[in-house]
């Protein structure tokens, strides 16, 4: 499925204002690996569609939110609950690694 | 209970999709578990040249997704989970995933390779946040710094021009005093300006201060250490087969790959190991890519009785 692309001012209306947790991969066009995740985060985007915000932030074109976060390597996942990030993964390897760091944070 | 398919085969890349491929058009009922995405190793790579047909090049991670789609078209199904552990023996053999258990008559493994470690302390940890294990995956985080490469084969010099593009010093650092890499490569990491060596050198630590602040390496030849002050280390020393499911069900080599000949068959009836994880003498994406192929061939006749 087509990934929900935001910038700066859909970020703050999505994830940081919004009442729902949200899962932001921060990528990069020229990132080779952030593509092999691509699948498995639109897979989860499917299942928790309307419970969870799933979005991308691409850093070359928001280097503000990249810098706020202190993203410094893509691709990197953020989780976030009130607006606030609760935690990350960097570079995840597997679906199922994806799906636990989401569990974790969904109940905890 | 689980359906039992014919054929499962566990990894997607290009030995994995065209056993899918192959079992599919066999009329074989074949799954495959793939824990990302399609392709695998060459998804890592933006243009491929050596995979006949694309005179000029093809970028591996579409590659792998044209292998998916080919397979699924012939009716091979994917299911994006990691196998967490395998039964290869009996009759039917069993696969538990992250999305539960599979079970299938013949299994083809195909689940290639991955990057060799140095085995230094902190390393794990620091993965991802200093220490790397693909240039093309990481570098731009480098951009204008210094880093260093550590190997001297193809992939290890292919790594330090693609980040000589981008850091501003970039120290290729090799136990030998001389590249295994093939000539080729050579003129160009002598013209690109900012590529120095550090021959007959081996990292015995990774300096940090927080992150990673640098290298500490020992000459081979006098025993003296220095540190080499880097952001970043990019380590290109080889691949390992990722059999560390399999190691007590399969015979494997010395070097960790499982012992299989051109059948493709293993020591246990009814396997069979296609493309970088099985001992051979060329790995690449048309011998996986043929792996495959004689893999699903070979599990059709066994499931005839023949085999």
Known sequence: ?108 | MEPIHDVLIVGGGPAGYTAALYAARAGLDAALLEKLSAGGQMALTTKIENWPGFPDGIDGFDLGERMQRGAERAGAKTVLAEALSANLWGEIKTVETSAGRFRARTVIWATGAEPRRLGLPGETELTGRGVHYCAACDGMAYRGKTVAVVGGGNSAAADALQLSRVCKRVVLVHRRDTLRAEKAYHEQLMQAGNIEFCWNSVPTALLRVGGLRGLRLRDVQTGRERDLACDGVFISVGRAPATGLVREQLALDEAGSILAGESTKTNLPGVFAAGDVRAKALRQIVTAASDGAVAAHEAAAYLAGGG
């Open chain 1, 1 to 108: 499925m087509e990934m929900l692309q935001m910038d700066g001012e859909r970020f703050s209306r999505e994830v940081l204002a919004a009442g729902k947790p949200a899962l932001v991969e921060f990528w990069a066009p020229w990132c080779v690996y952030c593509r092999r995740i691509g699948p498995a985060v639109g897979q989860l985007a499917a299942r928790y569609a309307g419970r969870l915000t799933v979005g991308q932030v691409n850093i070359d074109g928001e280097p503000a939110l990249a810098e706020r976060y202190g993203i410094e390597v893509v691709p990197t996942l953020l989780f976030f609950r009130d607006g606030q990030p609760a935690d990350r993964a960097v570079a995840p390897a597997s679906l199922a690694e994806i799906e636990d760091f989401v569990t974790a944070h969904w109940k905890g």
